[in-house]
């Protein structure tokens, strides 16, 4: 993960950037009470995807580059939404996000998307409100936190946002309309050439088509 310090005006203007009499100078460390927090990957069963990058813009005006991409998780059915989870990756050092930038390739069509995600202030609330909670996985109480942001990617450019915890229910941030990015995938290095299908993958879209309506 490449991180580079960057005033919040130069992503969508949001945020501010620390100054002294000196000039610019980088905030301090995240004060969370845990050290990672962590975004996850999802899409519907069969529709393929391939993540070229994900970025996060923090509460600071800290800009993160890359802290996940590739393949996602894939849910058990092709229609509707599974509630949160994904393939998860661990986002360290990093202070609760202000915004979130998704670049994928949906490989079913295939067209590749970006989107910009605005965290609301009350997902952030919830990323640091503790919760005493019966835990399934150790079969005891402890005190977890809503610290997994879920990113659910369909065809269509359809991102589903939810923020959740590992012993804790996940919550619906919101639906999002993606753009398609108009240099194609890997920003037309790969000359509009899509990786291909799966075959089974394609031997549903080939049976069913792409459930549009249900995301």
């Known amino acids: 993960m490449r991180r580079l310090a960057l005033c919040a005006v130069l992503l969508l203007s949001l945020g501010a950037c620390a100054r002294d009499h000196h000039g610019w100078a980088p905030p301090g460390p995240p004060r969370l009470p845990y050290d990672t927090w962590y975004v996850g990957l999802a899409a519907p069963r069969y529709m393929e995807v391939w993540v070229e990058s994900v970025d996060v813009l923090d509460q600071r005006g800290m800009a993160y580059f890359d802290v996940h991409g590739g393949v996602a998780a894939y849910t058990n059915k092709a229609k509707g939404w599974h509630q949160g989870g994904g393939k998860m990756m661990p986002v360290n050092n990093?202070?609760?996000?202000?915004?979130?930038?998704?670049?994928?390739?949906?490989?079913?069509?295939?067209?590749?998307?970006?989107?910009?995600?605005?965290i609301p202030q009350w997902v952030r609330d919830e990323m640091v409100r503790s919760e005493r909670v019966f835990c399934q996985g150790?079969?005891?109480?402890?005190?977890?936190y809503r610290k997994m942001i879920s990113l659910g990617l369909a065809p269509g450019g359809i991102v589903k946002v939810w923020v959740g915890g590992p012993c804790l229910p996940f919550k619906e941030v919101g639906r999002y309309q993606a753009k398609v990015e108009p240099l194609g995938p890997y920003k037309?290095?790969?000359k509009g050439?899509?990786?291909?299908?799966?075959?089974?993958n394609k031997a549903y879209i080939e049976q069913h088509g792409i459930p549009y309506d249900s995301w």
């Not at 990093?94 to 295939?110: K, T």
């Not at 150790?138 to 977890?144: A, H, I, T």
């Open 94 to 118: 990093v202070d609760l996000p202000e915004m979130l930038f998704v670049r994928w390739q949906s490989l079913v069509e295939p067209q590749t998307y970006k989107a910009t995600i605005p």
């Open 138 to 144: 150790s079969q005891k109480w402890k005190d977890d």
């Open 188 to 190: 037309g290095k790969s």
């Open 193 to 200: 050439k899509y990786i291909p299908l799966e075959p089974e």
